[in-house]
């Protein structure tokens, strides 16, 4: 559903809704907020780089807190062989390159 022309919308409105309810209910981010952050850091050079799920990416990184976008700031920027290379492939992916300034100018709000 993530990468579907339409799924890709409901996804970000339930995310949308559920970032809502926990801001709500208290300070604690819901924990299926949380899995699903940790599904986009898992999965961060694959969803980059397709058309839907990059744009559920990009909602993402703009509403994650601090301490879940630490976590993808290491995955996209670590300095291993392999990761270097995903950094590379998303800059230069006609998707992923939508990704890596919002990345950049999220790490600057967060003065990371």
Same mark, same amino acid.
């Given at each position: 559903?993530?990468?579907?022309?339409?799924?890709?919308?409901?996804?970000?409105?339930?995310?949308?809704?559920?970032?809502?309810?926990?801001?709500?209910?208290?300070?604690?981010?819901?924990?299926?907020? *949380?899995?699903? /952050?940790?599904? &986009?850091? $898992?999965?961060?050079?694959?969803?980059?780089?397709?058309?839907?799920?990059?744009?559920? =990416?990009?909602?993402?990184?703009?509403?994650?807190?601090?301490?879940?976008?630490?976590?993808?700031?290491?995955?996209?920027?670590?300095?291993?062989?392999?990761? *270097?290379?995903? /950094?590379?492939? &998303?800059? $230069?992916?006609?998707?992923?390159?939508?990704?890596?300034?919002?990345?950049?100018?999220? =790490?600057?709000?967060?003065?990371?």
């Amino acid at each position: 559903m993530i990468n579907d022309e339409f799924g890709n919308f409901v996804i970000q409105a339930i995310l949308e809704h559920f970032i809502s309810m926990s801001k709500r209910k208290s300070k604690v981010m819901d924990v299926r907020v *949380s899995c699903f /952050y940790e599904f &986009i850091r $898992l999965n961060l050079g694959k969803l980059c780089k397709q058309q839907y799920s990059s744009r559920v =990416v990009e909602k993402a990184v703009e509403t994650m807190p601090k301490e879940q976008f630490e976590k993808v700031c290491v995955v996209f920027m670590k300095n291993s062989s392999k990761k *270097s290379k995903m /950094y590379r492939e &998303i800059m $230069l992916d006609s998707y992923g390159n939508y990704i890596a300034p919002k990345i950049m100018e999220m =790490v600057k709000v967060f003065a990371l």
